[in-house]
């Protein structure tokens, strides 16, 4: 990896949220290019394994600066997606993010790479969106070489969200928003780019991202639906349901499985929205990172997967 900037070539990474979807497919990509890390988690990892693990959470001060000791950039991943209170959201994402900063600054940590939502393009829909809203705010006004990276829906090994969709495909009946379009990214390039951005330059400095598959346009929620179904070998049915279908089935959730059911009011809200394409504008510059993994065959790995972890 080349350097650029005040960070060296192999950078000692401060990361929150490695134990979560997507940081765990970091800390194997840190691992394979031997990039030191020191991660923040609740239940951390067995002491002395790659990476360091540093027990706390986003509320603890004294961890926070721990984890940022010597670091050179801080890869903030840490958050909550899903919550019966808004307050969670707030808590986690908008305050969990001020801590962050906070303890990078007092640290001396000059780079902070921000991993947010394309929910946050549209803070009206749903207390998530807002959250990531309002913590981009902070993140671009808290005086460090900062980099925002919005991703659109990602899929992979491990994911427990997208999985719901492979389950219902092997069922045989998919239900999707009605109307709309998505964009979609594999965990492993999403990985990637974070680990290409570390490199701090006036091409990615100060500047907020938008990756995705490269499929111009992004996906319309059946055909990915069918796509999903392709990958577990069936057809299925797909059915589009109104906002107000998803409303109520939301309760249904609620009712059924209490504060783990995945579709809330709050998730309803952005999913009925007609518009989660990424912007062509905001891809991040093809000398630092281009997608690699073409969507129906992330699919199929994904799916098989499943099946080798018994998830299906």
Same mark, same amino acid.
């Given at each position: 990896?080349?350097?650029?900037?005040?960070?060296?070539?192999?950078?000692?990474?401060? +990361?929150?949220?490695?134990?979560?979807?997507?940081?765990?497919? +970091?800390?194997?990509?840190?691992?394979?290019?031997?990039?030191?890390?020191?991660?923040?988690?609740?239940?951390?990892?067995?002491?002395?394994?790659?990476?360091?693990?540093?027990?706390? !959470?986003?509320?603890?001060?004294?961890?926070?600066?721990?984890?940022?000791?010597?670091?050179?950039?801080?890869?903030?991943?840490?958050?909550?997606?899903?919550?019966? !209170?808004?307050?969670?959201?707030?808590?986690?994402?908008?305050?969990?993010? /001020?801590? #962050?900063?906070?303890?990078?600054?007092?640290?001396?940590?000059?780079?902070?790479?921000?991993?947010?939502?394309?929910?946050?393009?549209?803070?009206?829909?749903?207390?998530?969106?807002?959250? &990531?809203?309002?913590?981009?705010? +902070?993140?671009?006004?808290?005086?460090?070489?900062?980099?925002?990276?919005?991703?659109?829906?990602?899929?992979?090994?491990? !994911? &427990?969200? /997208?999985?719901?969709?492979?389950?219902?495909?092997?069922?045989?009946?998919? @239900? #999707? @928003?009605?109307?709309?379009?998505?964009? /979609?990214?594999?965990?492993?390039?999403?990985?990637?780019?974070?680990?290409?951005?570390?490199?701090?330059? @006036?091409?990615?400095?100060?500047?907020?991202?938008? @990756?995705?598959? *490269? +499929?111009?346009?992004?996906?319309?929620?059946?055909?990915?639906?069918?796509?999903?179904?392709?990958?577990?070998?069936?057809?299925?049915?797909?059915?589009?349901?109104?906002?107000?279908?998803?409303?109520?089935?939301?309760?249904?959730?609620?009712?059924?499985? *209490?504060?783990?059911?995945?579709?809330?009011?709050?998730?309803?809200?952005? /999913?009925?929205?007609?518009?989660? $394409?990424?912007?062509?504008?905001?891809?991040?510059?093809?000398? $630092?990172?281009?997608?690699?993994?073409?969507?129906?065959?992330?699919?199929?790995?994904?799916?098989?997967?499943?099946?080798?972890?018994?998830?299906?």
């Amino acid at each position: 990896m080349s350097a650029q900037g005040n960070v060296a070539a192999r950078p000692l990474i401060a +990361l929150t949220g490695g134990t979560g979807f997507v940081g765990q497919t +970091l800390l194997e990509l840190c691992a394979l290019r031997r990039l030191p890390v020191q991660a923040l988690a609740r239940r951390p990892g067995s002491d002395g394994a790659d990476p360091m693990w540093i027990k706390g !959470d986003l509320a603890d001060r004294p961890a926070l600066d721990r984890m940022m000791q010597q670091a050179e950039v801080v890869i903030h991943l840490a958050g909550v997606v899903n919550a019966p !209170d808004p307050a969670q959201f707030e808590a986690a994402n908008v305050t969990g993010t /001020m801590a #962050v900063i906070e303890a990078a600054r007092a640290a001396g940590v000059p780079r902070l790479i921000f991993v947010s939502s394309l929910s946050a393009r549209e803070p009206g829909l749903s207390a998530y969106g807002a959250s &990531k809203a309002r913590a981009e705010m +902070l993140v671009r006004a808290s005086g460090l070489d900062w980099t925002i990276v919005r991703p659109p829906a990602i899929y992979g090994p491990r !994911d &427990k969200e /997208m999985f719901e969709l492979f389950r219902a495909a092997k069922w045989g009946v998919v @239900p #999707v @928003p009605a109307g709309g379009r998505a964009s /979609m990214i594999h965990v492993e390039d999403l990985a990637r780019l974070l680990l290409a951005l570390i490199p701090s330059g @006036p091409n990615v400095s100060g500047q907020t991202f938008e @990756p995705d598959d *490269g +499929l111009p346009g992004g996906w319309a929620h059946p055909d990915m639906a069918r796509a999903i179904g392709a990958s577990v070998g069936r057809r299925p049915w797909v059915i589009e349901l109104s906002r107000r279908t998803l409303e109520r089935a939301a309760c249904v959730d609620g009712w059924l499985r *209490g504060d783990k059911a995945k579709l809330t009011a709050d998730r309803v809200g952005y /999913m009925t929205h007609p518009d989660w $394409v990424c912007s062509p504008q905001a891809a991040p510059p093809p000398a $630092v990172w281009r997608p690699r993994i073409e969507t129906r065959g992330g699919f199929v790995s994904t799916a098989e997967w499943y099946r080798r972890a018994g998830w299906l």
